[in-house]
């Protein structure tokens, strides 16, 4: 099974960026560029949301509303890795933000689509 791990969070000021990285390893079945990669976040009580989405093979983005004109989700497969880079942030993007595998490569923001997860990296943006 694919495994991720995510960095690049951190503690910013509000209208600050940060760019966050997920590199996926230990192909077995299924080799990068056959996978879509989300990235996600889930802040303290709430549900796991979804933000963007690449399809590896062709590079089609798709983005929810959380990240649209705000995130930029782009990868580079020589390295196996995919970025979120993320600008003008406010508080309410406070989150730990997850990049997760979907090995149909179909790709899609809902987490249940998603067959492998990273441990997370925490996301502060103080006022």
């Known amino acids: 099974e694919v495994q991720l791990v995510e960095s690049g969070g951190g503690l910013v000021r509000t209208g600050g960026s940060l760019r966050l990285s997920c590199v996926a390893s230990?192909?077995?079945?299924?080799?990068?560029?056959?996978?879509?990669i989300g990235w996600f976040r889930q802040a303290p009580g709430k549900e796991r949301e979804g933000l963007a989405c690449?399809?590896?093979?062709?590079?089609?983005?798709l983005y929810e509303d959380a990240a649209k004109g705000r995130f930029t989700i782009f990868s580079d497969n020589a390295k196996n890795t995919v970025y979120l880079y993320m600008n003008a942030l406010e508080p309410d993007d406070t989150a730990v933000y997850y990049c997760?595998?979907?090995?149909?490569?179909?790709?899609?923001?809902?987490?249940?689509?998603?067959?492998?997860w990273g441990q997370g990296t925490q996301v502060t943006v103080s006022s």
């Open positions: 690449i399809t590896i093979d062709d590079g089609n983005t």
């Open positions: 997760a595998a979907d090995s149909t490569g179909l790709g899609s923001t809902s987490v249940y689509d998603f067959d492998a």
């Open positions: 230990g192909f077995t079945r299924f080799t990068f560029d056959e996978y879509a």
